[in-house]
RNA sequence: GCCCCCGUAGCUCAGCUGGAUAGAGCAGCGGAUUUCUAAUCCGCCGGUCGCAGGUUCGAGUCCUGCCGGGGGUACCA
């Protein structure tokens, strides 16, 4: 069900004949931002005057003459300088609630399938996850989510960082520092110390440009390791595993769907002479300076594929994975959830590709924003500053079992009727309730934007926050509690549904937009699309259940249909909040 | 130097390929509780949309210039 597609539909069929093409002024239907305009509006009258040396009003006229209002719409308005304001028969919303009352994809058509490869997370292995990560995890996990409801193939490639200069720091610190014991008994938490260790005695934030004699060594251990040297890869090998259980823990930690594949930079290595090898010949890239390769795109934008000492660089790297991924999947299209700051990278590797001849696929950069702490400074990725992912993560659920916890007293203390739960209950809400609530904040902010990583503000009860919709299901789930209600029944067997107060009617199309949010989320990779939808959801479903009672409703009919709208309510909710990946609970 | 992004209410941000009087939340002020969970709801207050031009019937949105902030810019990824 789309509420948009299907006007827009009446609205193809009444301009054909107009305009040689009409899609441009299709697409100027949208829902009104202010009620009392209908529920939808057309602005196309205006833009045709022009194109027909018309009255916008005289057309606004026409076109609604031609349209087929169909048990559909309400006779339209005209008004101002020729808008068109649009309003559904309730008769109509009616049936499409009852219609989908019993789909579990609650009215949601599949699309026609395209197959994706999504590429975020990438962590550097053998570095403990840090609040940088989060973003691109927590995105795309989402996007994840989002395409497949919808009916896509999504193959998701976590593109690890498993081959740069933190795996110098390891063997370094596994020849010099390791406690034996220590290793035998729990490997991932003694590679983490030893890291930790290292990093200290090299002191500097930039392991890279670090001048010491131990981070020397470390880069010596790193171009052993990439020259082949036989001790170096054996423990390489023996470590990837515990590097990566470490970040899988955290993966599960947050709920992240398993990765269809973890094919890190070293997975591509051996194929990188023959790329470059082939970016020459096709002259897609030239030499350079002192013997490096060189892409060129103008006088001052270069992409170095080849450096003089005979090293690739990420650009050769992300190359030969456009090329593996295209043989190996053949996708439509390959996203890239990655920050801002490498959107020139990007721009060129994809020019680069092009001119290498990759054609007919999809290739997209979905940028994001830095999370800044409070001061509004980017969060440092320095040790001791408290960013490393699986703090945050606890921080957060410990506030949200303090929360619950003083929500509890202070309704107890007002005599109200709260639920007694056990410790392990609580904990099990703490955790859905903190880690949603980070999740959440990410996600309802324009990806593109930076946003301050602010625990009282991400687990605020009030306003556009994971709690306020989890509250708002809680709530919801207890009416049906309340009386035994079984939902199965009601959606096997839909009761008609009733819209005829303000609220109710709000409600009914509320739920029927739920195609409408996810396509739009999707068109612009931006989750937030869907938050925004769930924050208009819950705050109608709130107008819904302060006024209209629904056990103590008029009448045995009007009590089926509201218990309809709200088990639908419950399920929407529910399930955009999934689609998020963030959990729910039916109490707290 | 060059390129990219951003600048909207005291604070944090929306603003959907230009559309009606620029919207939310927080904070502040004032209300609602014999409750289907008040982790809630309702009302009020609050903006020369960085500045100046331009295009248009119509500009927060598009174009140009300037100011301010951030990022990137051939051997880190």
Redesign the pocket.
Known sequence: MNLLRTIQNQFRAALVGLVPDVE?YV??I????DAK?GDY?A?CA??LA?ALGKKPRDIAQDIVKRLDLSDLLEPPEI???G?I?LRLKSTWLAKQVQAIANDDRLGVALQPAKRYVIDYSSPNVAKPLHVGHLRSTIIGDALTRLLRFLGHTVITDNHL?DW??QFGILLYGYKNLLDNEAYKKDPVRELARVYIEVRKLIGSDDE?NAANSVADACRAETAKLHHGDPENNRLWREFMPHCLAEIHEVYEKLGILTFDHEHG?SFYNPLLPGVVESLLQTKTAEP???G?I?VRFSD???A?VR???G?F??TT?DLATIQYRLNEFAPNAVLYVVD??????FANLFAAARRWGIAAVELTHISFGSVLNRD?RPISTRKGDGSELIDLINKAVEI?LQ??QE?YA??KA?G???PDLTEAVQRD?AET?GIGAIKYADLC??R?????FDYD?ML?????TA??MQ?AY??NR??LR?ENIDPMTLRNNPPSVAIDTPPERALAIQLLRLEESLL?AVAEYQPSAVT?YLWDLA?TY??F??N?????AESGALKQSRLLLCDLTARVLQKCLNLLGIKTVD??
Do not use: W
Request: proline share 4%; charged share 25%; glycine share 10%.
């Open positions: 441009p697409a100027m949208k829902p009104t931002q305009h509006q602005n205006m833009s022009k008004a101002g300088p808008f304001n960082g740069g200069t890279d930079e350079g300076e002192g490096a060189i001052d934008n270069v170095l450096k003089r000492d090293a660089t990420y790297s801002f700051r490498q959107s020139q990278h509004g949200g929360k619950y929500s202070e309704r007002q109200h009727d709260v809400i309730v902010q324009n593109t934007s930076d946003y301050k503000k605020a009860t009030e306003g556009n709690t306020y509250y809680a709530r207890s009416i309340k739009a925004a705050k709130s107008g259940f302060q209209c009672p629904v056990l103590r109490r707290m």
